[in-house]
């Protein structure tokens, strides 16, 4: 069972809404007002087996009842028994290779089944299988709902861990033949075992009250009363057994265990097809519990169980939220969707596999509303350094404003940042200028790219030497000599001064002139002093002192122009 | 003998089962054998469906377990449900023309894989009674699905007297013996078992060796329960012998089906029940030319025009005892364009006056009721009358575009869902086949040719009484009238 197709109208935060889920396990990454929950809901609801679920006018969009909820779901890898003619055989629609639903099935078509969920005004759900040819559609069952085997795995998972109706337990059991019986059978042998006359402190009431029946003319019999518990078949039902690990229940389990566990039922029961659904899948599972679960939930179909013969294919499908970066780096690029919502329109795009790099590298980015892509790792440290910079001047952190900065890979930068954007991000693209860009600069920023890009076709090394006032440059250069030799760092610089200059190995007594400058920048550039994360940071962090003589340089306005996407065209926070 | 095991276990086959020999009950059988192996039971007509759906109950077969349906029905089904692949526009085929139609899309449709997996989904297996009466047609669409899921065969040559137009029905020796498995013939006269052998054996022993062999059947030595009376030489006096052998059928328990000659115009037969006691009716065909005529007429005309066509309508359904003189006086009135005053009956006035007024069809059902009221029991068409009220009520719903639309769809129901025959009825051997009464009248055993005869020999269970001139019938001679 998979869905191929998912349409919601009208619900809750969804006005409109139109899904071609392509994997096997799609994990809905989205910001907190994404609606990535109301298609969990959705989802749930539309193949619930649940009998009755209960609306209310705010399950509407904008809490309108005009018009009727609408959620269709489109399901391929049908279980048989609802081919059946008597069933829904006769409602089939067909899916091509391409992707193209054909209301009719061709025969190199997959066969597919909408099934519709609406509710109107009377907030009464109704279960329909419908296509084009039969728009009204036939009612579908709970019953048949139950096949296509959907379990929620949210925040209350305890009814799974039980043989109560619907649970994966339930359906990991299949027919249940001789429990009702054995139960009704405790129940009586209970109701036997309590003899009323050993609970004494009821006695006198229950006397009264056979006295007053019998003043009031009402019968008594030769018995006479007694307090008996009164334990009713319907009561002690299936759904009271649960699974005990020894005399403890697992409920007692801590949450983290209890999910394990039952999405791992749930993960056997949908060998024979199922739809899983789990609510923010990180949810009290450590990073390497989380890791292995999303591991065996990937897993391919290699394994077989006893009951099942090898050509049991794993016909099932996940779909998860998340707001970890965990499952994003556990995930390939094909199971993450970027999910939003603007004005009651939800759109989901699925991560294209040139992201992986950013998958792996910056997983966070995907939790993101704004990824600031540099280059390279000197101005990822940059960023950083300015992130601490700026919050030490009282502004708000990156994380509060949901900015991420990532590495965006060299020259695979601007491919990164076009198809964040088309994932419909805002994104800003932090790079040298001494290289052309692929796509091009015109391009990227047509479709919305913010460019910092420095003036001059520059490296950024070159770039902060020509600009950076006369101590800031000897700090920089006494700090890498540190790191590194200072004779080492001399000797490089003055081989590339031009006309070849003297110098001393003592920063401070340099002379600082445009000769100069243009060496230590062409130095630093070719030997790399500042690429690595923390030596990216430590340049940003010199720079970050002189910031405020930079006002007028390139390095300056550059920095200034990343501020104003950082913090919006923002009177106040422009002000430093 | 074949067993219902046997039955189950061939994959693809066919038996031999001559009239009466226990048919529906094997298949029941075998069906009832696993419960779990979903069967299609396919026949031919609404009689014959109603009773495989009796003979199932009877046995206590789970419902479950079987689904019983016309091939036409079957056909139109998936068809319809699939109108761009069958290319089956018609969802009310009504001609043999629409019909083809149905059947050449049903048969593109089961080339298709999803519709093939839907019937191996739905069905592990199928049984097709009455298979003597397949066209071609429907015979290769059998072969189609035989390809899917286990099919058997039963039926008996010896009926084939289906009558489809200008298609031909399916060839034993030609179409089924090549590509299916023959399971031996059912041999025991169940329909006879008990109190009435000797009629069971002499249709075995006498009367099917004799039509097999094109030999004539002689009437001499007949069993106790066979009664043969001679017609005399002027057929204008057969009536009044064949009326009374009706009056007197009527003194028996059980119900009784007569036999009317299978080459007479419908409206002869429809005269032959009018002059008959009060319980007999008529076996109606199932695309009921006369209800769909008039229903036609009724939506397209109004006023007096319609009230006109109204009192026809009564006029078929209704038997003169009492009511022809009330219709006659009406029917002129409305001719010079007057209501009048049927002085007995203010209700049947008043809604004629709204007929005539009004354009609602409620008005017209107003007036068939009030005329039902009106003759009581002289419908001798109750079939048709009925019909004809539930496609009013139908119309009403809003879901269809004519009358004619409305009655179309209470046909095809009773096409799917089958009808229960009257106790005492009087229809024609192709109405008839497959159904089993207590007592059986052939009015004119000459008039009928081989597979008719055989058809109407075997139709009763306790009683036979045959009506023809000479005690020697010689069937062959009416061959070439027939065909």
């Given amino acids: 069972m998979k869905i191929r197709k998912l349409i919601i109208e009208r619900f809750r935060g969804v006005n409109q809404f139109e899904w ?444 902060i030497f020509e600009d950076l006032p006369d101590e800031g440059i000897k700090e920089l250069v006494k700090w890498i000599g540190n790191e590194k030799s200072i004779a080492s760092i001399t000797q490089s610089i003055v081989t590339r001064t031009s006309p070849q200059l003297t110098l001393l190995e003592n920063p401070d007594i340099w002379t600082i002139n445009t000769n100069l400058r243009q060496a230590i920048g062409k130095t630093a550039k070719e030997k790399e002093w500042f690429k690595r994360l923390d030596l990216g940071q430590e340049m940003g962090d010199i720079l970050c002192k002189y910031l405020t003589q930079l006002a007028q340089k390139d390095t300056g306005q550059k920095i200034k122009q990343l501020k104003r996407w950082v913090f919006g065209n923002d009177d106040s926070s422009m002000s430093t | 003998m074949t067993t219902p095991q046997c039955l189950l276990d061939a994959e693809k086959a066919y038996v031999v089962s001559p009239a009466g020999h226990g048919k529906t009950h094997i298949i029941a059988e075998a069906v009832a054998l696993n419960p779990l192996l979903r069967q299609l039971v396919l026949t031919h007509t609404h009689a014959g469906v109603d009773s495989l759906r009796r003979k199932m109950k009877n046995q206590g077969v789970s419902a479950s377990s079987y689904h019983i349906e016309t091939i036409a029905g079957f056909a139109l089904r998936y068809s319809s449900s699939y109108p761009k692949i069958s290319g089956v526009n018609c969802l009310k085929p009504s001609d043999g023309q629409e019909w083809n139609q149905v059947y050449e899309g049903f048969s593109k449709l089961l080339d298709n894989r999803h519709i093939q997996d839907i019937i191996k989904a739905s069905y592990q297996g199928m049984y097709v009674d009455e298979y003597q009466d397949c066209t071609e047609q429907q015979h290769n669409l059998i072969v189609q699905i035989s390809d899917l899921i286990p099919t058997r065969l039963l039926g008996d040559p010896l009926q084939g007297i289906y009558d489809f137009g200008n298609n031909t029905i399916v060839d034993w020796t030609i179409h089924v013996e090549p590509d299916f498995e023959a399971l031996p013939e059912l041999d025991y006269p169940w329909r006879w078992d008990g109190e009435n052998k000797e009629l069971g054996e002499w249709l075995s022993n006498v009367v099917r060796p004799a039509i097999e062999s094109n030999q004539p059947i002689s009437l001499e030595k007949l069993p106790s329960t066979v009664i043969w009376k001679q017609l005399p030489n002027d057929p204008r006096q057969y009536e009044a012998i064949q009326k009374s052998v009706c009056n007197e059928t009527l003194k028996n328990n059980g119900n009784a089906i007569v036999i009317y000659p299978h080459g007479e115009r419908e409206s002869q037969c429809v005269n032959f029940v009018k002059g008959l006691p009060k319980p007999y009716q008529m076996v109606e065909t199932i695309d009921c030319k006369n209800l769909m005529k008039t229903a036609k007429e009724l939506f397209e005309t109004k006023g007096f025009a319609r009230a006109l066509v109204l009192i026809d309508f009564l006029g078929m359904c209704f038997s003169p005892i009492s009511s022809v003189s009330v219709l006659s006086t009406l029917k002129r009135n409305f001719k010079n364009g007057k209501i009048g005053n049927p002085r007995s009956n203010v209700e049947l006035a008043s809604s004629l006056q709204d007929i005539v007024g009004d354009n609602s069809l409620k008005s017209i059902l107003r007036g068939l009721e009030a005329f039902y009221a009106l003759a009581g029991l002289k419908c001798y068409r109750r079939e048709l009358y009925r019909a004809m009220c539930n496609s009013i009520q139908e119309f009403d719903t809003g879901k269809y575009e004519s009358l004619w639309d409305a009655a179309w769809e209470v046909r095809n129901r009773t096409r799917q869902i089958g009808r229960k025959i009257p106790r005492f009825a009087v229809g024609r051997t ?24 055989y058809v109407a020999l075997t139709r009763g269970r306790s009683s036979l009484t045959i009506l023809s001139r000479s005690n020697v019938i010689n069937p062959y001679k009416n061959l070439t009238k027939t065909k």
């Fill in chain 1, 20 to 463: 071609f889920p392509n994997a096997d396990i799609l994990c809905l990454v989205g910001s907190g007002d994404s609606t990535k929950s109301t298609i969990l809901d959705a989802i749930e609801f539309v193949l619930s087996s649940r009998w009755n679920i209960s609306f209310e006018d705010t399950d509407f969009y904008r809490a309108d009842t005009s018009q009727p909820i609408e959620i269709k779901a489109t399901i391929g890898e049908l279980p048989e028994q609802l081919l059946k003619d008597s069933k829904f055989g006769l409602l089939l629609q067909g899916l091509s290779a391409e992707g193209n639903l054909h209301d009719e099935p061709e025969n190199t078509d997959e066969k597919i089944l909408t099934v519709r969920l609406r509710v109107d005004a009377s907030l009464e759900p109704s279960w329909t299988v419908m296509n084009e040819r039969d728009i009204e559609g036939k009612p579908i069952s709970a019953r048949d709902r139950e096949l296509f085997s959907t379990a929620r795995l949210g925040t209350i998972i305890d009814r799974h861990l039980t043989w109560g109706r619907g649970s994966i337990l339930t359906r990991l059991t299949g027919e249940v033949k001789e429990a009702p019986a054995i139960l009704a059978n405790v129940i009586r042998e209970v109701k036997k075992s309590l003899k009323p006359s050993e609970i004494t402190s009821v006695k006198s009431a229950v006397e009264t009250s056979k006295i007053q029946a019998k003043k009031s003319g009402v019968h008594v019999s030769a018995e006479g009363y007694s307090a008996r518990l009164d334990l009713q078949a319907q009561h002690i039902g299936l759904g009271c057994l649960t699974l005990h690990d020894g005399e403890i229940p697992l409920r007692n389990l801590g949450f983290g265990s209890r999910r394990l566990l039952a999405i791992a039922l749930q993960r056997e029961s949908a060998r024979r097809g199922g739809i899983t659904l789990i609510d923010e899948v990180e949810h009290g599972l450590e990073p390497h519990r989380l890791r292995h679960l999303l591991s065996s939930l990937t897993e391919k179909h290699s394994v077989t169980t006893e009951n099942l013969s090898d050509s049991t294919t794993m016909n099932s499908q996940v779909f998860m939220t998340t707001h970890s970066p965990v499952p994003i780096v556990s995930l390939s690029a094909e199971n993450i969707q970027i999910i939003r919502s603007t004005e009651g329109r939800t759109t989901i795009t699925p991560v294209p596999s040139d992201l992986q790099n950013i998958v792996r590298k910056a997983p966070e980015a995907f939790l993101a509303k704004k990824v600031l892509v540099c280059e390279g790792k000197t101005e990822l440290g940059l960023c950083w350094a300015l992130d601490n910079y700026w919050q030490n001047q009282g502004l708000d952190s990156f994380t509060y404003l949901g900015i991420v900065p990532v590495n965006g890979g060299g020259s695979d930068s601007p491919q990164t940042v076009k198809n964040l954007i088309n994932l419909g991000y805002d994104v800003c693209l932090l790079v040298d200028s001494d290289v052309t860009l692929s796509p091009s600069e015109a391009e990227l920023i047509q479709s919305g790219v913010t460019i910092v890009q420095w003036a001059g076709s520059c490296s950024i090394e070159e770039r």
């Fill in chain 2, 430 to 453: 192709l109405l008839i086949k497959g159904l089993e009464f207590d007592h059986a009248i052939l009015l004119d055993a000459d008039a009928l040719d081989p597979k008719n005869l």
